[in-house]
Every structure is written in structure tokens, then in C-alpha cells.
């Protein structure tokens, strides 16, 4: 898991506000998956990004939810108008490259909390 | 559809015992199989895959996993449990072009001393 950063750990937030939720991937990698775990369930795929483009977001809401991962800095998964149900741990993955989840890492996840 | 099931939602093994965390499958191509193991507050650590050829695969920390295609199975196993093996366990399922993984439910396993 070393090297998949997320923050932050825990993010509180009332209903109707916006959580944004970060990840730096690997050194190296430009590949980011973001995956939402829900109170005992398995974890679900939401988006896979790569630099600059959106690969895949058959996983994610179409409303509310967005997620970037732009040239520089950290992916970015954002939740507008956050409801109850939206509580849950949001983890990210990076990868190298797309070929393959051989070299796929995990991030610590984040926990959002909706009030 | 695609879906992994993991039969078991938690399983209690004393520590020095054997363990096996059942895993079915079903999914319409060849499939990639993974287990990863989820500590408390920690993400996922892969503990083995299954790819292709040999279908016993050893993994970390003691772990091996046996893909049976007639069955549609992937089980985990371990001959002897150690208390820090507690932890969420989860199979997972995706093609070879490494998109979406396809998670289980995941099984709990407590360790009793």
C-alpha cells in the first residue's frame, strides 16, 4: 500500500455540501482508479482515469460525482450536494499502466461521513 | 452478469488451524483472479493472482489459492492461521485488459486463541 496517497483519513460533511477527495498515485504511475466501499459490501468500481483523460466512468453516479486527474497534482473525486448515502470509504489504486491490475496498489482509502 | 460470491460473511479459526475462504465466480471471458486481504483503517494488499498456467498459485504471507475452472472456484487457503491473519478478506475478478476489478462482499476472519 506505501505509496498510494489519499487525504484526507476522514472527511465530515453536512448534507448539501461537497466532499473532495484526493490521490496521488505511485511514483510512476498514471493510471487512478477510484472504487467506493459501502458498509459491508465488497468494493465497487466507480472511474478510471488517466492524465488529462476520463477511461472509463461506468462505475459513477451521473449526478453529484466528478472525478479529474489533471497533468500535475493529485486525482481529485468530488461529490456536489453530498446526501446520507453517500457515506462510505472511497479508495483509490494506481497502476503503471492499463494492461493489467498484476501491478495494481491501493491507497489507505478515504472515510467520508455525511451528517 | 459478472459477480464474485463469497459464501462466507465471517469465519472465527482458531490459531494454528488450517483455513479456507471460498471464492465463486462467474464472469463470461477467461477470468484474473485476485485475493487481497484489508487490514483495519489500511487499504488493500494483493495477497496472489491467478493469471494463467499452474492453477495452484502461492502468495504471500503463507497463502495459496487453487483456481478450479469447473467450479467456477478460487478458494484461499492457509495451513496454519496466525492471529495477525485477522483482518477482510476479498476475491476479486477482472479481464486481462486490467480494467474494473469485480469485488466479493468479502469474508471477516477472527483468529481465537
Known amino acids: 500500500n506505501a505509496g498510494v496517497m489519499q487525504n484526507p483519513r476522514h472527511l465530515v460533511r453536512r448534507r448539501g455540501q461537497e466532499a473532495r477527495l484526493r490521490c496521488s498515485p505511485m511514483k510512476g504511475h498514471s493510471h487512478v482508479y477510484w472504487y467506493r466501499q459501502l458498509p459491508e459490501e465488497g468494493l465497487k468500481f466507480m472511474v478510471y482515469?488517466?492524465?488529462?483523460?476520463?477511461?472509463?466512468e461506468s462505475g459513477m453516479p451521473k449526478e453529484r460525482f466528478s472525478a479529474e486527474f489533471p497533468k500535475e497534482g493529485p486525482s481529485i473525486l468530488r461529490i456536489q450536494q453530498v446526501v446520507r448515502g453517500d457515506s462510505a470509504a472511497y479508495f483509490c489504486?494506481?497502476?503503471?499502466?492499463?494492461?493489467?491490475?498484476?501491478?495494481?496498489?491501493f491507497g489507505s482509502g478515504t472515510q467520508l461521513s455525511v451528517l | 452478469a459478472q459477480s464474485v460470491t463469497q459464501p462466507d460473511i465471517h469465519i472465527t479459526v482458531s490459531e494454528g488451524a488450517s483455513l479456507e475462504l471460498r471464492c465463486n465466480y462467474s464472469?463470461?471471458?477467461?477470468?484474473?483472479l485476485f485475493w487481497y486481504v484489508q487490514s483495519p483503517g489500511q487499504g488493500l494488499q494483493l495477497l496472489l493472482k491467478?493469471?494463467?498456467?499452474?492453477?495452484l498459485v502461492q502468495g504471500i504471507k503463507g497463502f495459496e489459492a487453487e483456481f478450479k475452472r469447473s467450479q467456477s472456484s478460487f478458494n484461499l487457503r492457509k495451513p496454519s492461521v496466525h492471529w495477525s491473519d485477522a483482518a477482510e478478506y476479498f476475491c476479486?475478478?477482472?479481464?486481462?485488459?486490467?480494467?474494473?476489478?469485480?469485488f466479493g462482499k468479502g469474508t471477516t476472519l477472527s483468529v481465537s486463541s
Open positions: 464472469y463470461g471471458a477467461t477470468p484474473y
Open positions: 476479486a475478478v477482472s479481464n486481462q485488459a486490467g480494467t474494473a476489478l469485480i
Open positions: 491467478y493469471f494463467s498456467g499452474d492453477t
Open positions: 482515469l488517466q492524465k488529462e483523460n476520463i477511461i472509463d
Open positions: 489504486a494506481s497502476s503503471p499502466d492499463g494492461t493489467t491490475n498484476e501491478k495494481l496498489f
